[in-house]
């Protein structure tokens, strides 16, 4: 098996792999990873022999020996596609969907393979951002900017063998710009509709011993109505926010190395509520405040001439939300704070055959709620996990991997995870087949468990997944793809309405609770094709079909639509100026689980260009919405018509 150089410091650990280069090039359907390496991935489709170097199973592995399905976006491909939100980058990822309960700053899920939005774990530079004060102990992705996000990294299927709980879906992973070698600035400043506009501005470099990044930003919009102009919906609601970035790598002796990370965002969003005398959804004065904190300190040791590698690491984040009714009784309708406490060892053994990586993690999650200035609700559970999984080539062209873990809940007792994969190339990777199989678990959220609403009789979700696919690489040129897939999940958790409800269930529980309701399968097909027909000019295109469905009632699961499709086309010319589209298809679904109220079928166009002043000075513009699709991914929630902006960027 071909091995990639090592560096003597561990790379921190993150998911992802080829499949489709979702966003400048390729298309390699593979598996998950998460490359702290600097190789452009845009260069896949030119370069068959599959010299990129990703990290998979939380380090670094050829592309072409892992075998799971993973989208990365790069920082290039980022640049030129100038999306604000990090959610319209991700909607043209194969099997993601996206939802959101409004404009910038507003409530949105993102949807992988049909899981639901609490069912992924979503990390930033590879710390677990899950907030454990919400419902389901899921993720916002509404208030997260692209800002000095680098690289973009989606591994799908359920991964809890390497990410542990929530990982059903999959895995969402953002990198910030990383420290460099020599001194470098980037600047990046736009303005547009809705009275938009936003700042980032990033510095790295290094100082004998010391690597560092860092950066800030700001971002300001007036928005638009979260309750839908098409319903009634009249005033905007506004987001303003502001970022900060970094991280820095300490070398203490030639195999140790000290690892520093840091991220806070701070926003405010205007909402829509239900206000009196209907309580039907409509305009208000309300607000929402978020903060949130993030930090990550490690201590990494190389052994072995570098063949044992081992990191040591405390991570901790920290979210408060808070909303404000400026005109009601009690102005503070609601305050939570999540905390999450992270332990962790993770050893790295490469050896001539066999890789291999193992570790031992243990997670306290805390929260505190409050309703209309009520007593507090508080909690705090943990969950303490040991992880191996081990990559042999018995012959050439073949990858075998496996691995299982353990996971112990002080509240539902433990969980079992299993994972097994195989990829083979008879041809050096011009050709990929590959399988995989893996098992998820979630376990409850604080909330579903010690709310006023909680159950703690609740057991944890459990899910199987299985997918199978091939890539073809033609002329050296064009890339296709194929991956069928499905996975079959238990003991999800549902909420019970108790309003006249008589079972013993609802005792104590007037107004509701949790319970292991259903029983769901999702499966499909992703079909992912990439393509430098000639220089300066690169067209990927994804098309998902995705059944996902309750097994217990027979219906559609609520907000996944059945088809998705995209296609993003890039054209450089020889004196700099670059033209670029995306165009994003989603088909009809229902808003609700009776599935009695539809969500109609859009399709969005994006265009934008970028014309280079100087080598360090950059204009650049888009149009967004193009058509002016009027459409909902919520029913009653506002979405963006169109819009124009423009700026421009600074390399120092």
Not at 43 to 56: F, H, K, L
């Amino acid at each position: 098996m071909h091995r990639p150089s090592l560096p003597g410091r561990l790379v921190p650990a993150l998911p992802a792999t080829a499949i489709a280069t979702a966003t400048a090039t390729a298309l390699a359907l593979a598996a998950p990873a998460h490359a702290q390496s600097r190789h452009d991935l845009d260069s896949a489709a030119a370069d068959p022999a599959g010299a990129i170097v990703i990290t998979a199973s939380r380090f670094e592995r050829p592309a072409d020996s892992v075998a799971q399905s993973v989208t990365i976006i790069t920082g290039e491909a980022i640049r030129r596609r100038q999306s604000a939100a990090v959610i319209d980058l991700l909607r043209t990822v194969p099997g993601v969907t996206v939802t959101a309960n409004g404009g910038p700053g507003t409530f949105a899920g993102v949807n992988i393979r049909g899981a639901e939005t609490d069912q992924n774990v979503v990390l930033i530079d590879g710390i677990k951002l899950n907030d454990p004060s919400a419902p389901g102990g899921g993720f916002n992705f509404g208030e997260l900017l692209v800002g000095n996000i680098e690289r973009i990294e989606v591994v799908r299927g359920s991964q809890s063998v390497i990410w542990g709980s929530q990982a059903i879906g999959g895995v969402v992973n953002l990198l910030t710009a990383a420290p460099t070698e020599q001194a470098r600035v980037n600047l990046r400043a736009e303005g547009g509709a809705r009275d938009t506009y936003q700042a980032f501005g990033n510095i790295s470099g290094r100082a004998g011993p010391v690597a560092a990044s860092a950066g800030a930003g700001f971002f300001h919009s007036d928005g638009l109505s979260a309750f839908s102009a098409a319903r009634g919906g009249q005033e905007a609601d506004g987001y303003e926010a502001v970022s900060a970035n970094a991280r820095a790598t300490i070398d203490l002796a030639p195999a140790v190395s000290l690892d520093l990370r840091g991220f806070f965002t701070d926003g405010e969003t205007e909402i829509d509520g239900f206000p009196p005398p209907s309580y039907a959804f409509g305009d208000t004065g309300e607000r929402s405040e978020t903060r949130e904190y993030v930090g990550y300190g490690g201590l990494n040791a190389a052994m072995l001439g570098g063949r044992l590698r081992n990191r040591f690491g405390f991570a901790y984040t920290r979210t408060r939300r808070t909303s404000i009714d400026p005109e009601g009784a009690v102005q503070t309708t609601f305050d939570a704070t999540g905390e999450n406490e992270r332990f962790e060892y993770q050893g790295i053994l490469t050896l001539d055959a066999v890789d291999a990586t193992f570790g031992a993690e243990t997670e306290r999650a805390s929260f505190v709620t409050a309703s209309y200035g009520g007593p507090p609700a508080v909690a705090d559970a943990r969950i303490t996990g040991l992880y191996a999984e081990a990559s042999v080539a018995p012959v050439a062209g073949l990858v075998l991997t496996g691995g299982a873990r353990y996971d112990d809940h002080d509240t539902f007792g433990d969980a079992t995870t299993l994972a097994a994969s195989a990829v083979y190339s008879p041809n050096g990777g011009t050709t990929r087949l590959r399988a995989a199989y893996g098992e998820g678990f979630k376990a409850p959220s604080l909330f579903q468990l010690y709310s006023d609403y909680g159950n703690l009789r609740l057991a944890p979700e459990r899910s199987e997944s299985w997918e199978a696919g091939v890539s073809q690489r033609l002329g050296g040129w064009l890339e296709l793809a194929a991956t069928w897939f499905q996975r079959d999940t238990d003991n999800q958790i549902d909420f019970v309405s108790c309003f006249g409800n008589t079972e013993p269930l609802c005792a104590g529980r007037p107004y509701g609770t949790y319970d292991n309701l259903r029983v769901t399968r999702a499966k499909g097909v992703e079909l992912t094709a990439s393509a430098r027909p000639f220089e300066g000019l690169s067209v990927i295109g994804q098309y998902s079909h995705i059944d996902a469905e309750d097994r217990v009632t027979g219906l559609e699961l609520a907000r996944r639509p059945q088809r998705t499709a995209s296609l993003i086309a890039d054209y450089t010319f020889a004196f700099g100026l670059q033209l670029g589209g995306t165009l994003a298809h989603v088909g009809d679904s229902f808003d609700d689980a009776a599935n009695t109220r539809p969500l109609a079928s859009y399709t969005l166009v994006d265009l934008r260009a970028a014309i280079p002043l100087s080598e360090r000075i950059e204009l650049f513009g888009r149009v967004e919405n193009l058509l002016d699709e009027e459409y909902e991914t919520v029913f009653g929630y506002g979405t963006a018509g169109r819009g124009a902006f423009g700026g421009v960027r600074l390399r120092l």
